[in-house]
């Protein structure tokens, strides 16, 4: 079955970086787009930013552009976001989700991970 | 970037009762949105896609409907495992975006 699993999440200071990845099994990868979505405590979903399936093209939320970078290892099956620049208000539980088709980009978000917590405090 | 307005941003219910979620796009958006469900402590989970097409595995108490601007998410007979907080998400383009989410709660 479809299997996305979340991790590198954890707590660092202001300004500092972190990555994520996301590991994937269960389907082919590399036929599928990923998204990050993030939740802060008790807050509703925030989308992150999307790589298609072929890593062609990347799209950001405003709010993360020029600070998060999302990349893929097909060859790997995992999926990552590098974190720069980190602020109070990045922290979050990040979630990996997958595209509902492949090789359709622009689709719903039909697998999702457990998620893992990034804190951002001094 | 689209604004999604959902609402109410809670409501209590009777398990049996018939519920309705709303959501508004600040743009038209075709069909290109979905319901998604949520547990405390969980991802979400994909209920609704285009509008009003059930995923697999979703029970047929969940329906969706609208295009354009307007969307409804109804569950028919509200049983205790819906008790939960539902998102729209609209994939008509990037970025994406979330309405506020609906709070189901028990009365």
């Known amino acids: 079955q479809v299997l996305l699993v979340e991790s590198g999440g954890g707590v660092v200071r202001p300004g500092t970086s972190l990555r994520l990845s996301c590991a994937a099994s269960g389907f082919t990868f590399s036929g599928y787009g990923i998204h990050w979505v993030r939740q802060a405590p008790g807050k509703g979903l925030e989308w992150v930013a999307v790589?298609?399936?072929?890593?062609?093209?990347?799209y950001y939320a405003d709010s993360v552009k020029g600070r998060f970078t999302i990349s893929r290892d097909n060859s790997k099956n995992t999926l990552y976001l590098q974190m720069n620049s980190l602020r109070a208000d990045d922290t979050a539980v990040y979630y990996c989700?997958?595209?509902?088709?492949?090789?359709?980009?622009?689709?719903?978000?039909?697998?999702w991970g457990q998620g893992t917590l990034v804190t951002v405090s001094s | 970037a689209i604004q999604m307005t959902q609402s109410p941003s809670s409501l209590s219910a009777s398990v049996g009762d018939r519920v309705t979620i709303t959501c508004r796009a600040s743009q038209g958006i075709r069909n290109d949105l979905g319901w998604y469900q949520q547990k405390p402590g969980k991802g979400p989970e994909l209920l609704i896609y285009a509008a009003s097409s059930l995923q697999s595995g979703v029970p047929s108490r969940f329906s969706g409907s609208g295009s354009g601007t307007d969307f409804t998410l109804t569950i028919s007979s509200l049983q205790p495992e819906d008790f939960a907080t539902y998102y729209c998400?609209?994939?008509?383009?990037?970025?994406?975006?979330f309405g506020q989410g609906t709070k189901v709660e028990i009365k």
């Open positions: 998400l609209q994939d008509y383009n990037y970025p994406r975006t």
């Open positions: 790589i298609w399936y072929d890593g062609s093209n990347k």
């Open positions: 989700a997958r595209d509902r088709r492949g090789g359709f980009p622009g689709d719903d978000l039909a697998y």
